[in-house]
């Protein structure tokens, strides 16, 4: 992790249900590739990290320090998938659930 | 319908369908999640669609929720009547479409007739013997809701014509299970009846029918959705007392204690010793020495009694201005 790049990037996160103690009652998957985002998001953004309007109005006024306390934009998920879970309901039914937001494709500043 | 495979073949489905894509392996902890005996037909069905969906992002029916409802069987009249408790579906779950998934067998002739007909035999008897008309087999279906004792209300009735082989078939209930729903009436059962001499009550078997909702949960979109349907503590409470709620358990011994802050902490002087600038008046000002002795002051060790009575001369002699020597040190002294 220590050599990830300082820009606001996708980095790599795989869930176990396990660790989180769901994993009693979620048949499948087991784990998924999560991901996660981080990095900075400070004057100047390059264009990888696809600045809103905003973000990018708001780090150059921070940039500039014409108002005090303005903090960079921040490095979220911008593009991301679903993920189908098989689990038990409370009446041990099996129920198959497609959950959107699951995992990250891209991260952006905003 | 769905062309069931023989049990073993079946089963077989099973392990080749409990493979998840995701981490390569059967599913073994998957199927150790389903329970032993509950790697039933419904579960392999759902895997199935579970697969399908991972692999080809197939929306399931359309929607984005597949329930299942395994079927609780009981006898009513001798007869054998399929109970299934649709209460776990979420207010959020608009229903797309039912189905009725139940395992049937072609009728089965008298045994003398086996025995005298050959496949396929020349003589006149086994065309005397040919079969009569297949006996109808109706599927009824009724609702009602929580602890009633009636039969509940009649939602409907399909003639079944019996298969040429065993196999599962699969029936459209959605129009059923939407008009039990909008009653309140989550609790459905069904029945086959058909007009042939009872056969008797099956065993629940792995061939107990069950029922699939596909619907679109309109909640699913909403911050946090997983949690509201996989966020448990206790997955099975039902049953077993709460582990934690152990009735002997005391009231918890540690007293809680809230930090009451003495007054508006602004600074660190201690309180009552408050120093105010010299011009204020009839203000007693203290230096600051004076206050605050040196934080370093060593503790001196208690002195034992005989010293103490030592160390009392001493301070009687102290008080006199002129030290005393033992002679040596004069004589030193002298000299230098």
Same mark, same amino acid.
């Given at each position: 992790q220590w050599d990830e790049p300082r820009v606001c990037s996708r980095r790599y996160l795989k869930v176990d249900f396990a660790d989180i103690g769901w994993n009693e009652w979620i048949i499948s998957p087991k784990s998924f590739d999560a991901y996660y985002c981080a990095g900075a998001c400070e004057f100047p953004m390059p264009k990888i990290v696809r600045p809103s309007n905003h973000a990018t109005i708001q780090s150059i006024?921070?940039?500039?320090?014409?108002?005090?306390?303005?903090?960079?934009?921040?490095?979220?998920?911008?593009?991301?998938?679903s993920l189908g879970v098989l689990f038990l309901d409370e009446n041990r039914n099996v129920v198959l659930k497609v959950y959107p937001n699951m995992s990250v494709e891209t991260c952006a500043c905003r | 319908s769905h062309t069931a495979p023989a049990w073993s073949a079946q089963s077989a489905a099973a392990?080749?369908?409990?493979?998840?894509?995701?981490?390569?392996?059967?599913?073994?902890?998957?199927?150790?999640?389903?329970?032993?005996?509950?790697?039933?037909?419904?579960?392999?069905?759902m895997i199935r669609l579970y697969e399908k969906y991972s692999r080809r992002g197939a929306r399931p029916g359309g929607g984005n929720t597949v329930r299942s409802f395994r079927a609780k069987l009981e006898v009513v009249n001798q007869k054998a009547v399929y109970f299934f408790n649709l209460t776990s579906m979420q207010d959020s779950e608009m229903i797309l479409t039912a189905t009725f998934h139940f395992y049937s067998e072609p009728l089965r002739w008298p045994r003398a007739r086996e025995m005298l007909c050959k496949p396929r035999a020349k003589n006149a008897s086994c065309r005397l013997l040919s079969p009569g008309p297949p006996v109808r087999q109706h599927l009824l279906f009724r609702s009602l809701s929580q602890n009633t004792a009636t039969q509940g209300l009649l939602r409907g009735a399909m003639a079944v014509a019996p298969p040429p082989r065993a196999l599962w078939?699969?029936?459209?209930?959605?129009?059923?299970?939407?008009?039990?729903?909008?009653?309140?009436?989550?609790?459905?059962? !069904?029945?086959?009846?058909?007009?042939?001499?009872?056969?008797?009550?099956?065993?629940?078997?792995?061939h107990a029918p069950y029922i699939l909702i596909y619907a679109n949960d309109l909640a699913i979109s909403e911050p946090n959705s997983v949690a509201v349907t996989l966020q448990r503590y206790d997955p099975f409470p039902?049953?077993?007392?709460?582990?934690?709620?152990?009735?002997?358990?005391?009231?918890?011994?540690?007293?809680?204690?809230? !930090?009451?802050?003495?007054?508006?902490?602004?600074?660190?002087?201690?309180?009552?010793?408050?120093?105010?600038?010299?011009?204020?008046?009839?203000?007693?000002?203290?230096?600051?020495?004076?206050?605050?002795?040196?934080?370093?002051?060593?503790?001196?060790?208690?002195?034992?009694?005989?010293?103490?009575?030592?160390?009392?001369?001493?301070?009687?002699?102290?008080?006199?201005?002129?030290?005393?020597f033992d002679e040596k040190t004069m004589q030193k002294a002298r000299r230098k």
């Open positions: 006024v921070r940039a500039v320090g014409i108002v005090p306390g303005i903090p960079e934009p921040c490095c979220v998920p911008d593009k991301m998938n | 392990d080749g369908l409990l493979r998840d894509k995701h981490s390569q392996r059967p599913l073994g902890d998957g199927a150790a999640t389903l329970g032993p005996g509950a790697q039933d037909m419904v579960a392999v069905h078939q699969a029936k459209d209930i959605s129009h059923i299970v939407k008009a039990a729903r909008r009653d309140g009436e989550l609790l459905l059962s !069904a029945q086959l009846d058909s007009e042939e001499r009872d056969p008797g009550v099956p065993s629940s078997s792995p039902a049953g077993d007392p709460e582990p934690r709620a152990a009735p002997n358990i005391s009231a918890d011994p540690r007293v809680r204690r809230a !930090a009451q802050a003495t007054g508006p902490l602004q600074d660190n002087e201690l309180p009552g010793l408050d120093e105010r600038p010299a011009h204020a008046p009839h203000v007693q000002h203290y230096h600051k020495h004076e206050l605050w002795p040196s934080p370093f002051r060593a503790l001196k060790p208690r002195p034992g009694r005989k010293d103490r009575r030592r160390k009392d001369q001493d301070m009687f002699m102290a008080s006199s201005q002129v030290l005393d």
